[in-house]
C-alpha cells in the first residue's frame, strides 16, 4: 500500500490527484458526504507528507545532540525518547495547519461554496487501458496466491 500510494503521488500532480478524488467522490454528495472538503484534506495531507518527514528528522537530530538515544535503552527509556520527539512534532504540525488556515482564509477560501473548475477530468482510451492492465495484473496476482 505504501509503494503504491508513494508511485501515485510521485506521477500525479496534486491538483490532478485532488481533482480525482473529488471526483471519485461525488456519487456520494447525494448522502450530503463533503466530497470537496475530503479531497481538500487528503491533498494537503499529501502535501505535507515530505515536510513531516523533514521536521521529525529535524527534530531526531536536535534531540540526539541533547543526549536523547531512540536506538537503545529499556522500553521505558524508549518511550520517553519518542515522547520527546512526538511533542514538538506536534506542536510545530499544529502551528503549520493554523497559518495554512490563515492564509486561506485571507484568501476568502469557503468550502461551502459553490466551485468551478478551470481543468475538466476526462477518461481517455489510455485510462481504460491501463484501469484493465492494473485489473489483469491483480487477477494474476490473485491466482498465484491462491494456487502456491
Known sequence: MIMITTLLT???????LTLGIEDL???????????HEIA???SIALRFIPTLIEESQRIMKAQASRGVDLSEGKINEKIVAI???IVPLFVSSFQRAEELADAMEARGYSPTSIRTRYKQLKITMKDWISFVLVCLILASVVTLAWFV
Not at 510521485?10 to 490532478?16: C, E, I, N, S, W
Not at 467522490?25 to 466530497?35: D, E, G, I, Y
Open 10 to 16: 510521485a506521477t500525479t500532480k496534486p491538483l490532478d
Open 25 to 35: 467522490l461525488a456519487p456520494f454528495k447525494r448522502f450530503k458526504v463533503p466530497a
Open 40 to 42: 481538500m484534506m487528503i
Open 83 to 85: 515522547l520527546s520527539l
